[in-house]
Each structure stands twice: as structure tokens, then as C-alpha cells.
């Protein structure tokens, strides 16, 4: 029973390229949060999304992010043109529906960006 | 705004028992989570409450009282895995699912 998946593990761009982060859910679960955690901060949310559809983005910058879930395949978190400051780790969690009160996470993937 | 608070560092000794407070401000309330992250890991679920009182689960309880917006995690008979940083995180009744965490409190457990 595979948990939540996330790939890469350790991703390092340099400034001015695209990152692409892939997030594959639980089995069963098709509703996928994105999150951020910036070193010595919390874990700040991003974008929810169900299979086709961004539900919430009201926490991912509107400029150089984007996220999709299509029908098929894992979940995409694309920045692009990265800068410094989007070093972090980022966090996939999933869970079976809205009113489900577990989130289960991936083990992140941890952009550095030189 | 929205608020979550907790204290940034604890350190206990094994053997003992830890709380570990968390107070909210949030708009609405949906259900308060604790998770537990080690260092370079994923954060796992510990546990979730939304009505006021007490939930226990083996080592591990955790207490919510949504007058206050205040919910505490007690850690007894500490080991020294249970090193770690503890997210206290939110659900808001305006929110679509997402949950809002606090900047977590670490734990260190000694000999």
C-alpha cells in the first residue's frame, strides 16, 4: 500500500530555469494539496487541486507557478524562471475527499536554487 | 488574520511527559491536527480533534478547547525517537481543505 510519492527527492536548478515537482497520491485519494516550507518556517499551503480541476489557489504567487492534476498521472507543481528565494521544500499531501480530516504527505522534494 | 502560535523549542528528558501548547486565531474552525516531523522527513498524522476535550491515542493525547482556541499535545514515557518538531495546524471553516500550520515546536528528548 504505497503511500503519497514525490519526485524528485532533491531537485537543484539554476536561476532562470523551470522546476518540475511531481506528486503521485495514495491510491484511492484524488484530492492533492501542495505545500511550502521555507527553512525555520511552517509549512505555508500553496494550491489544492482534484483530478482536472484547481480547486484553491489562493496561496500559490500568481506570477512563474502553476499546478495541474490531470485525469491521468501524478500531479505537476511547475516554477519556472526560479530565483533564490524559491529554495524549500515542498510538500504533496492527499486525502480520499473534502471532508476527509487527514492529509497524508509525501516526503517532499527539496529545491535549491544556486 | 489568522494565527497559530506554539513555543519554538522544548527540551524534556526520557521518561517524562511533554505538553506542548498551541492557541488559534482563525476565521471559523473546522478541526485542529497535530503532526509529527522529523528532521528532513514528512510530516505524519498524530491526531485530530474538532469538539472540545480529550483524545487519547496509545502515548499520545491531545486536547482542544474551541472557546479558548487553545489545544495542547502530552507525550508521555518520552523515548528519544520521539525527537522531533510537532505542527500544530488548523483547519478553517472558510477553507476549501487546506490546513494552516504553525511554525512547529522542536523537541528534544535527553537521556
Known amino acids: 500500500n504505497a503511500g503519497v510519492m514525490q519526485n524528485p527527492r532533491h531537485l537543484v536548478r539554476r536561476r532562470g530555469q523551470e522546476a518540475r515537482l511531481r506528486c503521485s497520491p495514495m491510491?484511492?485519494?484524488?484530492?492533492v494539496y501542495w505545500y511550502r516550507q521555507l527553512p525555520e518556517e511552517g509549512l505555508k499551503f500553496m494550491v489544492y487541486?482534484?483530478?482536472?480541476?484547481?480547486?484553491?489557489e489562493s496561496g500559490m504567487p500568481k506570477e512563474r507557478f502553476s499546478a495541474e492534476f490531470p485525469k491521468e498521472g501524478p500531479s505537476i507543481l511547475r516554477i519556472q524562471q526560479v530565483v533564490r528565494g524559491d529554495s524549500a521544500a515542498y510538500f504533496c499531501a492527499s486525502s480520499p475527499d473534502r471532508g476527509a480530516p487527514e492529509q497524508y504527505f509525501g516526503p517532499g522534494t527539496r529545491l535549491t536554487v544556486t | 488574520g489568522q494565527n497559530i502560535d506554539q513555543p519554538t523549542e522544548m527540551t524534556a528528558t526520557e521518561g517524562a511527559i511533554v505538553q506542548i501548547n498551541c492557541t488559534y486565531q482563525t476565521s471559523g474552525f473546522n478541526g485542529l491536527f497535530w503532526y509529527q516531523q522529523h528532521a528532513g522527513e514528512a510530516p505524519t498524522f498524530l491526531s485530530y480533534n474538532v469538539l472540545d476535550g480529550l483524545e487519547e491515542k496509545g502515548r499520545f493525547s491531545s486536547f482542544l478547547s474551541r472557546s479558548k482556541g487553545y489545544s495542547y499535545l502530552l507525550l508521555k514515557e518520552l523515548q528519544m525517537k520521539d525527537s522531533a518538531s510537532y505542527l500544530c495546524a488548523v483547519k478553517s471553516r472558510g477553507s476549501q481543505g487546506n490546513l494552516i500550520f504553525g511554525k512547529g515546536t522542536k523537541l528534544s528528548v535527553k537521556p
Open positions: 487541486l482534484q483530478k482536472e480541476n484547481i480547486i484553491d
Open positions: 491510491k484511492g485519494h484524488s484530492h
